[in-house]
């Protein structure tokens, strides 16, 4: 389990201890910290604006940027790769003699022409390719429209100034596959006040749509269709949360679902309501064959395994992944959200469950 220390101070301040204090803390009670990272490592960073963005003379695909530092730097010249590099957008710059993982930047020549520092991608300041789009990875990062120019604390801007502990978790203390029960151990430990989000109610319009389990190992099974939702990328909030823990950002609408998740520990999940064959959700473990999951890998289904499904067909692997079939794309507008309650142990094992061979 994956637990970041800036997520966990919304809700126990810690901000006044290190990293370390935390951690022993949290050993000594029998929650054993394997070992602590940082999101990101690298030093002389400052978001800068391209100015201009002109074509290398002697390549094909290099720009010839004038980036604007700020006032206390002024502006530079830096030959960049990234296809999304172009006039207005605000960028992380590496100035000369920044450390970041991959080495030193220094002021050299490319194809003959002076480059005076480096555009980065969010991977070239150590964060993990796995919790990065495609595009994060193909290009420099694309800051918001306000960020500030000249701002040196890049790292703490974006999220990235964090510390995060791997903890193993034995299984006499589930509890702690919560974010929100960790910031409650850790309030116990330290004997420091613990605020946790309240939810709301809000009232319910009547539906049809069957919703039940017909297996003991999901004892609790509940639905609520929300209509007229707008699939779009998810605020930077949520996002660097997510990639804290090493998840990758897909839509407001999945993200939601993981941070529910973590926060809480219980799974929720999401359907594209108007994709499902049938207005039903239900639970079966008495299903075999291969099921379709939206990472477009095949998987192989035992009788035993829990299985949601409307009208007889395989719609997720219960608390694991969504069917191809019925995912959040940007075109969803209904949606079914799921919250359950699957047995631990089963679900366990099928974070185990194998791609069929020769299937993609």
């Known amino acids: 389990m994956k637990a970041s220390l800036n997520w966990i101070n919304q ?3 810690i901000s006044d201890l290190t990293p370390e204090e935390v951690a022993n803390k949290l050993t000594f009670a029998g929650i054993e910290v394997e070992g602590m990272t940082t999101l990101a490592s690298a030093s002389n960073l400052v978001i800068g604006e391209i100015l201009s963005c002109e074509k290398h003379p002697d390549s094909d695909h290099l720009h010839v940027l004038q980036v604007d530092e700020g006032s206390k730097y002024g502006i530079h010249q830096i ?3 990234a296809p999304n590099a172009r006039k207005g957008l605000k960028v992380i710059v590496a100035r000369e003699g920044a450390k970041l993982p991959g080495g030193i930047i220094e002021k050299s020549e490319i194809r003959g022409v002076t480059s005076d520092g480096m555009c980065c991608a969010l991977y070239e300041l150590g964060v993990d390719k796995k919790s990065l789009s495609e595009k994060q990875i193909a290009g420099v990062e694309e800051l918001p429209e306000d960020a500030e ?7 703490n801007y974006l999220g990235l100034g964090d510390t995060i502990l791997d903890l193993s978790i034995l299984p006499n203390r589930p509890d702690m596959y919560a974010v929100m029960n960790i910031a409650r151990e850790i309030g116990c430990l330290f004997d420091r006040p613990v605020t946790l989000p309240e939810p709301k109610k809000y009232p319910l319009a009547p539906a049809h749509f069957e919703v039940g389990s017909a297996s003991s190992k999901c004892p609790q099974f509940a639905i609520r269709l929300v209509k007229g939702v707008k699939v779009a990328p998810s605020p930077r909030w949520l996002q660097e949360i997510l990639r804290s823990e090493g998840i990758r950002s897909i839509n407001n609408i999945v993200d939601i679902g993981n941070y529910v998740m973590l926060l809480t520990g219980e799974p929720l999940n999401m359907y594209d309501l108007d994709k499902l064959p049938k207005k039903s959700l239900i639970v079966r473990d008495d299903l075999a064959g291969n099921f379709l999951a939206m990472d477009q890998k095949s998987y192989a289904l035992e009788k035993g395994d829990l299985v949601v499904t409307s009208d007889g067909k395989p719609m997720c692997l219960a608390g694991i992944m969504t069917a ?3 995912m959040v794309d940007e075109k ?5 959200v799921e919250s359950a309650v699957f047995d631990y142990a089963r679900n366990r094992q099928l974070r185990y469950v194998k791609a069929c061979p020769g299937r993609n």
Not at 149 to 155: A, H, K, P, R, T
Request: glycine share 10%; aromatic share 4%.
């Open 11 to 13: 809700y126990v301040k």
């Open 79 to 81: 030959v960049c790769g």
């Open 149 to 155: 120019i000249g701002n040196e604390d890049v790292l």
């Open 332 to 336: 969803t507008v209904n949606v079914a």
């Open 324 to 326: 191809a079939a019925c």
